[in-house]
């Protein structure tokens, strides 16, 4: 097994209520498994989240992983939702694991987005 720990970040357009970005391509000959995630998530007052990874295993095609953001606080025009989860998602060689987050309206008055934190290990793939 070989420690694996990435950040990303991802901005949801003024005009848009989703953004996804690839996280990792996952190395030829591994298996990612990804034990645990975190997230912070910042929205204009009053819009709510929903998160997932989406992961690609035994050729079953993305698989679309939800994940439960919590809200902790409003600052100005501005909420903020943490995602903190113990997860077992797996993950095959030569397949993009993607973090997406949407949010419940289109327009927007601030930027939002989120940056997104994974971490697990890279197995030999069987």
Do not use: W
Request: net charge neutral.
């Amino acid at each position: 097994m070989v420690p694996f720990q990435t950040r990303v970040s991802v901005q949801i357009p003024n005009n848009g209520n989703t953004a996804e970005v690839k996280v990792t391509t996952v190395p030829n000959k591994r298996r990612l498994v990804i034990e645990y995630v975190s997230c912070d998530i910042e929205l204009p007052t009053g819009q709510r989240p929903f998160v997932f990874i989406a992961t690609n295993v035994l050729g079953s095609g993305a698989l679309i992983h939800r994940l439960f953001a919590e809200h902790q606080a409003t600052f100005g025009p501005g909420d903020f939702f943490v995602v903190s989860q113990l997860t077992r998602l797996y993950a095959d060689a030569g397949t993009d694991v993607i973090f997406g987050v949407q949010r419940s309206a289109v327009l927007s008055p601030i930027q939002s987005g989120a940056n997104v934190t994974i971490s697990g290990y890279l197995e030999d793939a069987v």
